[in-house]
């Protein structure tokens, strides 16, 4: 849908999104020696939602150019605060004065994802995030890889390489179906169905431009969804709680800190429904922008299925995918040219300053990473795909401590890190040890940025299977 805009139509959005007078948003304190924010309101209501919804980090990157890397912007029915560029990055996450807390997150998706790990601040977020550090030690990473990789065989298996098919909903189920084994043990397996439409509805819910459950809307069905979820946890919490279970849903459960803190029963939930919510969406979209790369760049995918073949075809474990350093490097450039989490939202508790800039009390902020992924600062040519830009050489990514930041940064970085990439790097080893794929000659991927960025075709890849290849 939206790939079929005429150029125009485009044109006429970027022009229109870049006339709105500019204006401060607030004055700062007399004699404080601070500059005010700049920035302006866009259309009355949706403020730069639409052109937001376009050109996703593009808009970011032009204001950015524009305004300096403190701005201000009308979006979700309100004023927000936009940061960019590493040191700015840096001042909001690092957060020394604890002027920036989680209800950035809480404003869009507290409905769905209530009293998640992210919807915390401070004190509270500290001590359930040690708690839950417990379910991501190496050693449970190793397990989750256990389970995570006859899933991906199996998955990868079943693809056609009659013609092309369209890859972001294959991976989506993959990645649905992982969850299940991984987060869940394989428990309620005769549920799994019903589970992940009430999943898929709650995260579609978070992206609704509609606040309010009214009848037939995506929130409602947001709301509902989220009563399934937690009605399914709980149903399944005394048999996850008693067991020696190695799956997510058990290490919550049994995760304790040396100082004998655990988690309670809806903690457990609460987190569970978050878990599969941050988990799941960012490493479809991570490993759809591999497959793309691969695709457009086949001789990195040579280079890349050169190293899984050579760890051969029994299914890997986690020592080995940490030897697939090919994989590493595109994945991180991808991760960079497409920031699966493009904005990390805060809220101001008190007055705050960043980089010389007044930010008032109760202010939205919304950090922008995927603009500083392609700071000229920071990176060389940052348009073209490089993976070699993080290797021992040059390691761009070192060229500021906040130059490449997917996962975040700070007391909230993302704990499913490891996780995520070992997750993306089972699949796409898969994918390379029995399969070369292609895109269509000239074919370039286009975002959805409607919610997190999905390409809007489906994003169509041709298979071939490695068996048939000529010797
Ligand atoms: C490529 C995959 C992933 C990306 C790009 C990603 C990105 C992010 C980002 C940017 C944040 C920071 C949010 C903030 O500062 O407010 C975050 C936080 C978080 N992520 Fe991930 N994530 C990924 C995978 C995962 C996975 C697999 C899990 C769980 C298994 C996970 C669980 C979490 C949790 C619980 C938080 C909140 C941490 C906290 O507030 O302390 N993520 N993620």
């Not at 052109?51 to 524009?66: N, P, Q």
């Not at 769905?112 to 550090?133: A, K, N, V």
């Not at 050693?139 to 998955?155: H, I, K």
């Not at 009563?227 to 399914?232: A, C, D, M």
Request: glycine share 8%; hydrophobic share 40%.
């Amino acid at each position: 849908m939206l790939t079929r805009l005429p150029g125009r139509v485009d044109q006429g959005l970027r022009t229109l999104s870049r006339s709105w007078p500019v204006r401060p948003l607030a004055e700062p304190p007399a004699g404080s020696g601070l500059a005010a924010v700049r920035g302006d309101q866009g259309l009355p209501l949706l403020g730069h939602t639409l052109d937001y919804i376009r050109f996703g980090s593009d808009l970011g990157r032009e204001r950015y150019a524009r305004l300096g890397p403190v701005s201000w912007m009308g979006a979700f029915g309100t004023q927000v605060v936009v940061v960019a560029g590493p040191d700015a990055t840096q001042a909001v996450l690092a957060n020394k004065e604890k002027a920036f807390s989680q209800d950035g997150w809480t404003f869009l998706i507290d409905a769905f994802f209530h009293r998640g790990l992210m919807l915390m601040s401070f004190g509270e977020h500290l001590m359930h995030r040690r708690i839950m550090q417990e379910a991501f030690t190496r050693d449970r990473l190793a397990e989750y890889v256990s389970q995570v990789a006859p899933r991906a065989r199996s998955g990868v298996g079943a693809w056609s390489t009659e013609h092309p098919v369209l890859l972001y909903p294959l991976l989506k189920e993959l990645t649905l179906d992982i969850a299940t084994e991984v987060f869940m043990g394989g428990r309620g397996g005769e549920d799994t169905r019903a589970i992940n439409d009430a999943f898929v509805a709650t995260v579609r819910a978070a992206s609704s431009m509609v606040r309010f459950p009214l009848p037939g809307t995506r929130f409602r069905a947001g709301v509902r969804g989220r009563r399934v979820l937690e009605t399914y946890f709980y149903e399944h919490l005394p048999a996850a709680r008693s067991g020696a279970g190695r799956d997510l849903f058990a290490g919550l459960c049994q995760a304790r800190t040396t100082d004998g803190d655990k988690f309670s029963d809806q903690d457990v939930v609460n987190h569970m429904i978050f878990l599969m919510m941050a988990a799941h969406d960012t490493s479809t979209i991570t490993t759809a922008a591999v497959t793309y790369f691969l695709a457009k760049h086949p001789e990195w995918q040579d280079r890349a299925r050169q190293e899984s073949l050579a760890l051969g075809a029994e299914p890997v474990d986690i020592d080995a995918l940490d030897r697939l350093n090919t994989l590493d490097l595109v994945i991180k450039e991808s991760l960079r040219l497409v920031a699966p989490v493009p904005l990390v939202m805060r809220k101001t508790v008190k007055p705050a300053e960043v980089e010389g800039h007044f930010i008032p009390n109760n202010t939205l902020v919304a950090v922008a990473p995927a603009v500083n992924h392609f700071d000229r600062a920071c990176w060389s040519d940052p348009d073209d795909f490089d993976p070699d830009r993080f290797g021992p050489d040059r390691a761009e990514d070192t060229s500021h401590r906040y130059a490449w930041v997917p996962f975040g940064g700070g007391a909230h970085k993302c704990i499913g890190m490891h996780f995520g990439v070992l997750e993306v790097k089972a699949i796409l080893h898969e994918m390379l040890r029995t399969h070369t794929w292609t895109v269509a000659d000239g074919y370039r991927v286009r975002w959805d940025n409607t919610s997190l960025p999905v390409p809007v075709d489906g994003l169509p890849v041709q298979f071939h299977s490695l068996a048939d290849a000529p010797a």
